[in-house]
């Protein structure tokens, strides 16, 4: 299982009323150190618990509009490491309030 489905499961063990430290045993049973931390399956527990339905976690896809600290409140992470995912990790940057790469292939220049 790869750690895009980790929230499906997560999901699906929280909806049928399974403990936080159950679905994260057999998370370790079945991926072993690959498995996600405990502080990861909490949140993801404590989301869906609160009613969250959506097993995405990419903020800027949903919302290309947010701003750094729209995008703090929602995923739990510090500033400085937000910042870094979005310049680093993903290549982006903010251009009239929307995230866009770095650098734009020729069909993104068009539009």
């Known amino acids: 299982m790869g750690n895009e ?3 499906y499961y997560i999901r699906i063990r929280t909806t049928l ?3 936080l430290q159950a679905i994260r045993e057999e998370l370790v049973a079945a991926l072993g150190p690959g498995a996600p931390a405990y502080r990861t399956v909490a949140k993801w527990v404590e989301r869906f618990r609160e009613g969250r339905k ?3 976690d990419d903020v800027i896809s949903n919302n290309p509009h947010s701003t750094y600290d729209n995008i703090v409140a929602e995923t739990f992470l510090c500033h400085c490491i937000v910042e870094r995912i979005i310049r ?3 290549k982006l940057r903010k251009v ?3 995230w866009v790469p770095h650098q734009l ?3 993104q220049k068009e539009e």
């Open 96 to 98: 009239t309030s929307r």
């Open 5 to 7: 489905y980790n929230p």
């Open 54 to 56: 959506d097993v995405n």
């Open 88 to 90: 680093d990790h993903l």
């Open 17 to 19: 009323g399974i403990a």
């Open 105 to 107: 292939t020729a069909e």
